[in-house]
């Protein structure tokens, strides 16, 4: 009897034994992951030698092929370009709600070009004059334009981006957190419009006075006036 009551009296040892060291598996666990946070802070805001190899990031280009969409034949004479900076002060505000809830307020520094053009695609017959001897030459052009503004993702940058609680937790949820278009639509406007106050289509204008001069010079003419309508 007393040989039965020790055959049960084992497994149980070894159960109470194999329970130990599975009520010790969470804990090793938690220290692990807490000496991997600390590693990893450590790695950010103190210089290791050798850590950072450890906890760096490796960045990978996946993207496809670029495809051409379409091709258009350019008729138009770019004669000046302006470079233009702003800085766009964004806040979207909610009604009955505090910043700290809902809103959104970014500090955005942009940097892009205008260009100016005189489309030459236009001119005909009647837009060109020539004297029998082919001395003088007149053409009327149409007036310089300027083309859409070309922000410069280079040196344009984002200074600061203060969110409420529930912008961030929809950034959780999002496709594409953080959505810069608007900003991006809203520094395109001022440049364009710094564009339209400068004397961009008047130097455009001159810049293409002076090629076609030199142009049509080149080829005999020794008068050339260039008039815009």
Do not use: W
Not at 175 to 183: G, I, K, L, S
Request: net charge neutral.
């Amino acid at each position: 009897m007393r040989e039965e009551e020790e055959t049960e009296r084992r497994p149980s040892r070894r159960t109470a034994r194999l329970g130990g060291r599975l009520r010790g598996v969470p804990g090793c666990a938690a220290v692990l992951l807490l000496l991997a946070v600390i590693l990893v802070l450590l790695g950010r805001f103190v210089q290791i030698p050798g850590l950072g190899d450890v906890f760096g990031t490796d960045t990978k280009d996946r993207s496809g092929p670029a495809l051409l969409q379409s091709i258009q034949d350019m008729h138009r004479y770019e004669g000046a370009v302006g470079t233009f900076q702003v800085v766009v002060d964004l806040e979207k505000d909610a009604r009955f709600l505090p910043s700290s809830i809902r809103g959104t307020r970014t500090l955005y520094v942009a940097s892009g070009n205008v260009r100016a053009y005189v489309d030459l695609g236009g001119i005909g017959q009647d837009s060109v004059r020539v004297n029998e001897d082919r001395t003088t030459a007149t053409l009327r052009l149409p007036h310089a334009r300027l083309a859409e503004p070309a922000l410069d993702p280079k040196r344009s940058y984002a200074v600061s981006k203060q969110r409420g609680l529930l912008d961030r937790l929809g950034d959780l949820f999002s496709d594409n957190p953080a959505d810069e278009r608007a900003v991006h639509q809203l520094a395109a406007d001022h440049i364009g419009d710094a564009a339209k106050e400068s004397d961009l289509t008047a130097r455009a204008e001159r810049n293409t006075t002076s090629m076609l001069q030199g142009l049509l010079r080149a080829l005999g003419f020794q008068q050339v006036t260039v008039t815009y309508v």
